[in-house]
């Protein structure tokens, strides 16, 4: 893959307050290539907002300690950026969507006067030309009477549409990276499914690299190409999605296919991950999944790194087989 939208490499970060530090991000391996939808998937906890936020440099300065590695987007060094520079990228090159909407919307303003702001803050539109990409940005999120809606508050709009109306807003400048941050967690499942086709569709249409962040394999397993497993802010798994959810390498990847009711095999029994999520604290020098490991043994008393398992995708785990990296 020659040009990247996105390529973190090696990004570890803390959290240090009154003394103490957390690590947070260990290690963190991951690429977008343009139009590819990547997902992150990890339990509550494993890093996958701080790695969102950490891509347009939103995490808190005073806490925020980078100790290794770079972001690269679209080429630019976001880390070695200064706040000015990485402030034009938001919205305009890198847009969001988080997982409740009305948190994106301003309660108070019409859904057309919202959109035109965004329109004409990220373009260099006339007032009637942002007017009328309000209408045709609403249309394009599949809104079926836009000139409705246009008038209308979000409280007005169902949770789907008014997620609709941010994805709306999120895509309006074109930008070249999409993060949707557990987009669909607060939707019930059919709208889920909408959402979803609906990104897939706009990342296909305008060659958008979008991140999708999930604690949910289905929702992965149906929007993505390629999906990093991440458990307590460390890559465990990355690879091709059918690879890596067919034939989960890492016993985490493995125990969380077996906890989703969907995937699972359907004769084998739901089981929660058993033992206790890591104290970021106080990080193991080992593997960081050995506490809670069925397969442990001694060579995980060392910390894996990430390398080429027989499937092409990447594993960190000694237990796997791998060809060097
Ligand atoms: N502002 C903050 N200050 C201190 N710690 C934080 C802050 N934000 C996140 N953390 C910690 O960073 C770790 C990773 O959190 P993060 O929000 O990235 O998890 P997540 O994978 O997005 O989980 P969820 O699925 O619940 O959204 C957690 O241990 C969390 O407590
Ligand atoms: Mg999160």
Redesign the pocket.
């Known amino acids: 893959m020659s040009e990247l939208v996105l390529e973190i490499k090696n990004l570890s970060l803390s ?1 240090d307050t009154q003394g103490a530090s ?1 690590s ?1 991000l260990k290690n963190v391996e991951l690429h977008i290539g343009p139009g590819e939808i990547v997902g992150l998937v ?1 339990e ?7 790695t969102a936020l950490a891509i347009s440099k939103l995490l ?1 300065t005073q ?1 925020t300690k980078f100790s290794s590695g770079s972001i690269v987007f679209n080429g630019i060094d976001i880390l070695a950026s200064s706040e000015t520079e990485v402030a034009k990228l938001r919205g305009k090159r890198i847009g969001f969507v988080f997982q409740e909407p009305m948190t994106a919307l301003n309660p108070t303003m019409t859904i057309g006067k919202q959109l035109f702001h965004v329109i004409r803050r990220h373009s260099e539109l006339t007032k009637t030309e942002a007017l009328a990409k309000v209408r045709t940005a609403l249309e394009e999120v599949l809104i079926s009477k836009p000139e409705v809606v246009e008038n209308q508050y979000p409280f007005q709009l169902s949770g789907g549409m008014r997620q609709r109306v941010v994805i709306a807003m999120a895509m309006a400048a074109n930008p070249t990276l999409l993060i949707a941050d ?1 987009p669909t967690t607060a939707l019930d499942v059919t709208v889920q499914a909408e959402i979803l086709n609906l990104i897939a569709k706009l990342a296909k249409d305008h060659g958008t690299a979008v991140l999708l962040i999930s ?1 949910d394999l289905g929702v992965i397993a149906n929007s993505c190409s390629r999906v990093t497993v991440l458990y307590a ?1 460390e890559v465990v798994e990355s690879g091709i999605v059918s690879e890596v959810l067919r034939k989960p390498q890492h016993p985490y990847t493995q125990a969380l296919i077996k906890s989703l009711p969907d995937i699972a095999d359907r004769d084998s029994l739901l089981e929660t991950i058993a033992g206790e999520f890591p104290d ?1 604290r106080n990080r193991p020098e080992g593997c960081i999944y050995a506490p809670r490991c069925p397969k442990k043994f001694e060579a995980c008393e060392v910390r894996p790194m990430l390398r080429i398992a027989k499937d092409l995708h990447s594993v960190a785990c000694w237990a796997v087989e791998t060809t060097e990296k």
């Open positions: 959290f957390a947070i990890g509550s906890g494993s890093g996958k907002s701080v808190p806490i557990e604690h802010g970021l």
